[in-house]
């Protein structure tokens, strides 16, 4: 099978991401937005990633007004129905991710393959709810969606050999290095860096150096592009909380438990890069480490 069609459920960072590697490799993409203001703000951000690409070099005019014209924009689930792929990339909540693939299941023809963007949810737990597990795959970018080069493909006990082959080839098309991951919580990335994420929350909360001086050391010490505060706040604050949630959940070991700081981060509505505040504060030309 050969994929030409592709729908994206949800287009916040990740969402918004994918769209754009998708129209930009030449696909025929369709996503989806809870309501005419999200799909608004999706836009804007593939616009602002094109514009960027476009500044750098990497495509031409010609090619960012192709790209844009190949994705269109609904806030009806019902409309994706007809995809040869649909990738999902909404919150990291296993009921929400669980509505929209039995509503995909159920409008969508036999041969449509279902993928998980998800962070940390096993994807069994989204293909045992369907009448499709056998297409059903993990499908997991990384940000910013048009720099980073990983993907990981995530494979359950029952995902044929057909729909791997289908949805290696497709990362493949957009230029990504998958690597095969197992259907474990984190998979391979976050399964490690999530608890070294964590790990310097601690180390704040106990007040053994401040957010400048941790971000400070791992990019000079260990030449990391951000340290762990500022991917944290890049990632989310409220999705990097989420991931924990699950990740402890699952393997119930201290490593994976959200701090309490990550927890009242949240509770404030400070979530990191996208609300304009976290560990930093990104109101004026250069972040500024928030005393806490
Ligand atoms: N969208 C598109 N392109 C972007 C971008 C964005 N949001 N941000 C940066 N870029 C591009 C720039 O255009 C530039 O491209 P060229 O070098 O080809 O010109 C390149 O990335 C570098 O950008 P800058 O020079 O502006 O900035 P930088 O050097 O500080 O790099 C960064 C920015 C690529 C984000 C870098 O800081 C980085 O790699 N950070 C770490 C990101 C990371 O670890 N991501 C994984 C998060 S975990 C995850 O995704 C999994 C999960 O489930 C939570
Ligand atoms: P985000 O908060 O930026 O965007 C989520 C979007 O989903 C929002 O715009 C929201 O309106 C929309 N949404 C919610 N319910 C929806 C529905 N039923 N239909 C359509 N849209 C809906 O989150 P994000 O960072 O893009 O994360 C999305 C997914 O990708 C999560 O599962 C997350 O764990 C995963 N992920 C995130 C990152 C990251 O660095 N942020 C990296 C890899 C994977």
């Known amino acids: 099978m050969k994929i030409e069609t592709v729908g994206v459920v949800g287009c916040g960072l990740m969402g918004s991401g994918i769209s754009e590697v998708a129209a930009r490799a030449g696909y025929d993409v369709l996503v989806r937005e809870v309501d005419e203001r999200a799909v608004e703000q999706g836009r804007d951000r593939i616009s602002a990633s094109l514009e960027r690409a476009v500044e750098r070099e990497k495509i031409t005019p010609e090619e960012r007004a192709r790209s844009e014209e190949r994705i269109r924009y609904t806030t009806r689930l019902e409309d994706l129905a007809d995809r040869d792929l649909v990738i999902e990339a909404i919150v990291e909540d296993l009921a929400a991710k669980n509505e929209v693939f039995s509503t995909l299941d159920r409008l969508a023809p036999g041969h449509t393959i279902l993928a998980t963007n998800t962070s940390s949810l096993p994807v069994t737990e989204l293909a045992s709810g369907v009448g499709r597990p056998d297409r059903v795959m993990g499908l997991h970018f990384f940000n910013p969606v048009p720099v980073m080069k990983l993907v990981e493909l995530v494979r359950t006990i029952e995902t044929s050999d057909e729909t791997y082959a289908t949805v290696l080839e497709f990362a493949r098309a957009l230029g990504k290095e998958p690597v095969t991951s197992p259907d474990a919580s984190g998979f391979l990335v976050n399964l490690l860096l999530v608890p070294f994420v964590l790990d310097a929350i601690r180390q704040v909360e106990r007040g053994t150096a401040t957010i400048a001086e941790i971000d400070t050391a791992m990019v000079l010490g260990l030449g990391h592009p951000m340290g762990p505060l500022t991917l944290c706040d890049f990632v989310g604050i409220d999705t990097f909380h989420r991931i924990s949630e699950i990740m402890y959940e699952e393997y119930r070991e201290v490593r994976y438990a959200p701090p309490p700081l990550l927890k009242r981060m949240v509770a404030m ?24």
């Open 269 to 292: 509505g400070r979530y990191g890069r996208k609300s304009g505040k976290g560990f930093y504060d990104y109101a004026g030309d250069e972040p500024v480490p928030l005393t806490l």
